[in-house]
């Protein structure tokens, strides 16, 4: 089955970085859209960044220049580098894949990103 489990989150200060992890198993892992989400306290979860098979990345506005998507097909992990953290950006990080039609079951247990002032 897919599993997905992320790790690298931490406390941080503002204008710190932080880099994280997603191991995937269970799927072709070259051939999938991979993307990274998150959710604050009493908000949404939405997606922040993704990267296709080929590379190509989208990001939010909110984090462009800052946040930077990467994958490495050999280890089937993607990774999410983090800087110029801002305290709107505390929140659980979660890896998915959004464009399969079951990725509501491939929630993980996320990894908790706090960024103080």
């Known amino acids: 089955q897919v599993q997905l489990v992320e790790s690298g989150g931490g406390l941080v200060q503002a204008g710190g970085s932080l880099r994280l992890s997603c191991a995937a198993s269970g799927i072709i892992f070259s051939v999938r859209t991979m993307g990274w989400y998150r959710q604050a306290p009493g908000k949404q979860r939405e997606l922040v960044a993704s990267i296709n098979n080929v590379g190509a990345t989208n990001y939010i506005d909110s984090v462009k220049g800052r946040f930077t998507i990467s994958r490495d097909n050999a280890k089937k992990t993607v990774y999410l580098q983090m800087n110029s953290l801002k305290p709107e950006d505390t929140a659980v990080y979660y890896c998915?894949?959004?464009?399969?039609?079951?990725?509501?079951?491939?929630w993980g247990q996320g990894t908790q990103v706090t960024v103080s002032s």
């Open positions: 998915n894949l959004p464009l399969s039609s079951n990725y509501d079951k491939y």
